[in-house]
């Protein structure tokens, strides 16, 4: 069965200060991860996909990278706006859909 | 350019009573599906459809109902609404499978 886990569960930092978020995964056979970020009241927005291990890709203050068994959301020099629900989702070779962690709820204290 | 458009955006529902969340998309996708996001628990897929016409299970499945009679919409019908389906639903359409997915903004629904 495949498994996603994200730590932490929260995590609050402030204006400036990089961090890294966890998403761990067990597939039978990773066809894609997913990263996610979610507003309060709102629908996730899709972040980054990312393939397969070694892979790394970026947007403005944030990278995600790819290993075999979990994928990291560094996030450098963060600011109060990139508060969020962070979600991290898998789809495996053999699954019938995507698999979502239950998230990182990140806050930015300026 | 609208993306997904999920209606109503928030319900209150007696024990028993029936409704139809609905969902629908502009940008022919031929995958939707339907979560519900509880606290601490993530996303959880109830049904999805792989294109108009076809339709099947997700990990929770039970007290939900799906069509797909066309690619935009995707409506969602709770057949006898209990406490334990209050959450908040998503709707989500993809290019394919395996593509990024594209979310509404959500239905908060309450049973009571």
């Known amino acids: 069965e495949d498994q996603v886990t994200q730590s932490p569960e929260a995590l609050r930092l402030q204006e400036g200060e990089s961090s890294s978020l966890n998403c761990s995964y067990t597939v039978s056979g990773l066809r894609g991860l997913f990263w996610y970020r979610q507003d309060p009241g709102k629908g996730p927005e899709f972040l980054f996909t990312l393939y397969s291990a070694g892979e790394e890709k970026e947007k403005e203050r944030l990278k995600a990278t790819l290993t075999k068994k979990e994928s990291f959301l560094h996030i450098t020099a963060p600011k109060p706006e990139d508060s969020a629900t962070y979600l991290c989702?898998?789809?495996?070779?053999?699954?019938?859909?995507?698999?979502f962690g239950p998230g990182t709820r990140l806050s930015v204290l300026p | 350019n609208a993306g997904v458009t999920q209606t109503p955006k928030f319900q209150v529902l007696k024990t028993g009573q029936s409704m139809t969340l609905q969902c629908a998309q502009d940008?022919?996708?031929?995958?939707m599906s339907w979560y519900r996001q509880d606290p601490g628990m993530g996303l959880r897929l109830i049904h999805y459809s792989v294109g108009a016409g076809i339709t099947d299970q997700g990990e929770v499945p039970n007290g939900y109902n799906v069509s797909r009679s066309t690619t935009e919409d995707f409506p969602l019908r709770l057949l006898s609404a209990a406490p334990s389906q209050t959450s908040v639903y998503f709707c989500?359409?993809?290019?394919?499978?395996?593509?990024?997915?594209?979310f509404g903004q959500g239905t908060r629904l309450t049973v009571v």
């Open positions: 989500a359409s993809s290019y394919q499978g395996d593509t990024e997915a594209f």
């Open positions: 940008m022919n996708h031929e995958y």
């Open positions: 989702a898998v789809r495996s070779n053999y699954g019938q859909n995507f698999v």
